[in-house]
């Protein structure tokens, strides 16, 4: 039962911005978006995440629309080492799990 | 701070013998997670941790895996009799009060092969 649904793949040319969106259409008011991204034979790390406003930290930005089914996460200036499989989570605040889908597969090109 | 750690990396096992992987969670977090990995079901919770106390073994496979966290700063995953159906990576994960509204810390992951 999935909650979130991602592009299976997308390619981005480096040094430009990258947009991951994410629908998750069923969203409720207590669920948070959580973004984490998984380098090929690394362990997932945690990027962003928010409820309802946007939110930008120094790896990212995340922008959720007003009725929250969606989200885009924003990498301003994509690098070579942010080709990764990037995973959007909806979370209930207060849960402990983290459940994974397939994610985005981002390929970076110079 | 090293982050979390696990061990061994790699793991080359033949069906049935026994397999222990071990992890180290940062100091100072006190929920701990284990998650496997496949391409076929992707990343697993396995079992979760807090306090030292087992909170959610719901993930774990069947009788063959366990988990013991003798104190804060190791846990274990064992597997015995292994199978091939067993490979995997296997990743270790720790955070604060269970990760709500924090973020997990994932550790580099033990690749298991069961032959």
């Known amino acids: 039962d999935a909650k979130t649904t991602q592009p299976t793949s997308m390619d981005c040319a480096e040094g430009r911005a990258a947009n991951l969106p994410c629908n998750h259409s069923?969203?409720?008011?207590?669920?948070?978006v959580y973004w984490y991204r998984q380098i090929h034979s690394q362990g997932p790390q945690y990027i962003i995440h928010?409820?309802?406003n946007n939110e930008t930290n120094e790896m990212a930005s995340l922008i959720i629309t007003e009725d929250r089914k969606s989200s885009t996460l924003i990498l301003p200036h994509a690098t070579l080492r942010d080709t990764a499989v990037y995973y959007c989570?909806?979370?209930?605040?207060?849960?402990?799990?983290?459940?994974f889908g397939a994610g985005t597969t981002v390929t970076v090109r110079a | 701070d090293a982050g979390v750690i696990q061990s061994p990396r790699h793991e080359v096992t033949e069906m049935g013998q026994e397999v222990t992987l071990r992890c180290k969670p940062i100091?100072?977090?006190?929920?701990l997670f284990w998650y496997r990995q496949t391409m076929m079901r992707g990343l697993e919770l396995l079992i979760y941790?807090?306090?030292?106390?087992?909170?959610?073994d719901s993930g774990m496979p069947e009788d063959r895996f366990s988990a013991k966290m003798p104190n804060a700063s190791f846990s274990t995953l064992k597997i015995q009799p292994s199978e091939p159906r067993d490979s995997a990576v296997y990743f270790c994960?720790?955070?604060?009060?269970?990760?709500?509204?924090?973020?997990?810390?994932f550790g580099q992951g033990t690749r298991l092969t069961v032959v």
């Open positions: 994960a720790s955070s604060l009060e269970g990760g709500m509204n924090t973020e997990a810390f």
């Open positions: 069923t969203i409720s008011g207590n669920e948070y």
């Open positions: 928010g409820l309802k």
């Open positions: 989570i909806v979370r209930v605040f207060g849960d402990y799990k983290l459940s």
């Open positions: 100091s100072g977090h006190n929920s």
């Open positions: 941790f807090n306090n030292n106390v087992p909170i959610d």
